[in-house]
């Protein structure tokens, strides 16, 4: 059995973020113990999933620019994928039979979610598919529902957990932190989310046949709200449908094509 972990940090309890300076967005203002703490919560599942029966696991660094988990740290049975982003999805080499979110975030303008945003906190406002609004845990779930492959665990803080579970519906999850306002959150002591995720990464590996990929049927609509109104001028240059000043639509009736548009 081999499971892919799909990471990111802001999720992740102890990682604190402040508004970026002098631009939108937000900055992790603690990285190297982000990045210890990251290391911590992905070892724990990788060791769950072990307990549940994966022979392989694979853990991407997907946190900007892939350099949020030294090599050396990782669990010695994890493969980590690394690198500047270039397949569409994550999932379009090989087959895996369950996917993990570490340290997963809401969407943007998400209440009492810590550093919440959808994809980039710099350029874009908000993001629907098909009219109902979508975050990374949602886009994440359908990139791999499309290669069939089932979300099983996510954690994050609380509104991510509660996001992933009103989109998923059968999903193993993990409150790491709960979030008090965009850049405060009270966050669990990390031994006891590590101790969390090691029992239901196994749990959900062990009960594998109960989780569904998460499909939508075609056509589709992927509408994205930018800030900078330059953004959907170049947006329309690619052939994105303008929808107003801020916002463009990508069509299509296959969803990884819809998805690599944009």
Known sequence: ??????????????????????????????????????????????????????????????????????????????????????????????????????????????????????????????????GEKIGEIGIVSLLAGYYDMPVVLVSGDRAACEEAEAFLGRVETVVTKIGLSRYRAKNRPPHKVRAELREKAEFALHHLTEFQPRKIPPPYELRIQYMCPNTVEEAVRRGAKRIDAQTVAYEGQDFIEVWSKR
Do not use: C
């Open 1 to 130: 059995m081999k499971v892919y972990i799909v990471t990111d940090l802001e999720g992740v309890s102890g990682v604190i973020g402040a508004p970026a300076s002098g631009q939108p967005g937000n900055q992790i203002v603690n990285p190297e113990v982000a990045a210890r703490l990251l290391v911590g919560e992905v070892n724990a599942a990788v060791e769950g999933a072990l307990r549940g029966g994966a022979t392989e696991v694979a853990v991407l660094d997907g946190h900007g620019g892939s350099r949020w988990i030294p090599i050396e740290d990782l669990h010695p049975e994890a493969y980590l994928i690394q690198g500047v982003p270039g397949p569409v999805s994550p999932f379009e080499t090989e087959r895996y039979e369950a996917v993990f979110q570490i340290g997963a975030h809401a969407m943007m303008g998400t209440p009492n979610a810590f550093l919440h945003h959808t994809f980039n906190s710099h350029a874009i406002v908000n993001m629907w598919l098909n």
